[in-house]
Nanobody, 125 residues
Framework: VQLQASGGGLVQAGGSLRLSCAASGGTFSNYRIAWFRQPPGKEREFVGTIAGRGGNTLYADSIKGRFTISRDNAKSTVYLQMNSLKPEDTAIYYC???????????????????WGQGTLVTVSS
């Protein structure tokens, strides 16, 4: 499967953005999709994930209550709705997918086989 992230941009603190991760080349509903981000000068970190079917989600504590992941399997797209953005949310956001990742490993970037190219989100104070 090929993944393409989009929707990044510049937003003021307190604002909102919606990122999209569009997939092609596979049976999309078979793939768990996750969002990771890499702030400037820092390591890549887990943001959240959504199961292929049923839509069960799991979030990092740092964004819980502000970000929401959803998916539309008919459109082969996963969304990351980001509200109440903070300057510390500034990062390159990546989507990742995998068919076989186990629940205990969903926070680990190395366990995902497929990655989008990243989209930059900049939150100004």
């Amino acid at each position: 499967v090929q993944l393409q992230a989009s929707g990044g941009g510049l937003v003021q603190a307190g604002g909102s953005l919606r990122l999209s991760c569009a997939a092609s080349g596979g049976t999309f509903s078979n793939y768990r999709i996750a969002w990771f981000r890499q702030p400037p000068g820092k390591e890549r970190e887990f943001v959240g994930t959504i199961a292929g079917r049923g839509g069960n989600t799991l979030y990092a504590d740092s964004i819980k209550g502000r970000f929401t992941i959803s998916r539309d399997n008919a459109k082969s797209t996963v969304y990351l709705q980001m509200n109440s953005l903070k300057p510390e949310d500034t990062a390159i956001y990546y989507c990742a997918g995998d068919r076989r990742i186990i629940l205990g490993r969903v926070r680990f970037a190395d366990d995902y086989d497929y990655w989008g190219q990243g989209t930059l989100v900049t939150v100004s104070s």
